[in-house]
């Protein structure tokens, strides 16, 4: 069975990368995934927020993503 031709999403990415409404590109920060007794609660909490991917790195990711903005 041959598969349709079209442009597909990188799911790698689409799980790691989220975009706005707004057309933002948001990331969750390293440094949740272990060793969290050493680090402080205030730290912690700052880890838990996303952030938003710098602004040189965005046409990539949303090149991988072309369902994401429409």
Request: no cysteine; glycine share 10%.
């Amino acid at each position: 069975m041959r598969r349709p031709k079209g442009i597909k999403t990188k799911k790698s990415i689409a799980k790691r990368f989220k975009i706005t409404a707004t057309g933002k590109v948001m990331r969750s920060k390293a440094g949740r995934r272990h060793l969290l007794q050493g680090k402080s609660s205030k730290r912690r909490r700052g880890l838990g927020k996303s952030a938003v991917v710098d602004h040189t790195d965005t046409y990539r990711i949303t090149q991988n993503l072309p369902f994401g903005l429409r």
